[in-house]
């Protein structure tokens, strides 16, 4: 498989694992063929890879080919929220100053630069704790650190203002 990654859902009537999934994978060609209610073939030209969808003790898992990934399930809201944040990403570039904001609820666990600091796209500027995983939010264009309104141990939601760069 070429594809490093394929987004996978369903559409408003269909329940998950039955009917016609949306996939959209890095590359073209790569589609998904539902077999039964947790059970499809990932398909790329000639080669055909089973996926099997399991949820044991609450936690939902994807076997891909006998490896087997953990995944997240979230609510279609957050998915949302998320794809809003994607397509904003282009106009990261543009001058002006830019407020990161908050994608996921946490607690701020590390903050990397102070106001003055001068960051280039991609950098570390915190590090947020949500279900018991670190995730580390990038910059999303150089520029120079104006604020931090959060600090280490504070708990954020969802649309909280982190930092402002200009």
Same mark, same amino acid.
């Given at each position: 498989?070429?594809?490093?990654?394929?987004?996978?859902?369903?559409?408003?009537?269909?329940?998950?694992?039955?009917?016609?999934?949306?996939?959209?994978?890095?590359?073209?060609?790569?589609?998904?063929?539902?077999?039964?209610? /947790?059970?499809?073939?990932?398909? =790329?030209?000639?080669?055909?890879?089973?996926?099997?969808?399991?949820?044991?003790?609450?936690?939902?898992?994807?076997?891909?080919?006998?490896?087997?990934?953990?995944?997240?399930?979230?609510? =279609?809201?957050?998915?949302?929220?998320?794809?809003?944040?994607?397509?904003?990403?282009?106009?990261?570039?543009?001058?002006?100053?830019?407020?990161?904001?908050?994608?996921?609820?946490?607690?701020?666990?590390?903050?990397?630069?102070?106001?003055?600091? =001068?960051?280039?796209?991609?950098?570390?500027?915190?590090?947020? =704790?949500?279900?018991?995983?670190? /995730?580390?939010?990038?910059?999303?264009?150089?520029?120079?650190?104006?604020?931090?309104?959060?600090?280490?141990?504070?708990?954020?939601?969802?649309?909280?203002?982190?930092?402002?760069?200009?």
């Amino acid at each position: 498989m070429t594809a490093r990654s394929v987004r996978v859902s369903s559409p408003a009537d269909a329940v998950v694992g039955e009917g016609p999934l949306v996939v959209e994978p890095e590359s073209p060609g790569v589609r998904l063929e539902w077999m039964g209610p /947790n059970a499809a073939v990932l398909v =790329e030209g000639a080669t055909r890879i089973p996926v099997r969808f399991v949820t044991e003790a609450g936690q939902s898992a994807v076997l891909v080919g006998g490896w087997h990934v953990d995944v997240v399930v979230e609510s =279609e809201q957050l998915a949302a929220l998320r794809e809003k944040a994607r397509r904003g990403a282009g106009l990261a570039g543009h001058g002006g100053p830019t407020e990161v904001r908050a994608i996921i609820p946490g607690r701020v666990v590390a903050v990397s630069v102070v106001p003055g600091d =001068e960051v280039v796209a991609g950098q570390q500027l915190l590090v947020v =704790e949500a279900m018991k995983m670190q /995730n580390e939010l990038r910059a999303p264009r150089g520029g120079t650190v104006d604020s931090i309104a959060t600090g280490t141990g504070q708990t954020i939601e969802v649309g909280d203002l982190l930092l402002v760069l200009s």
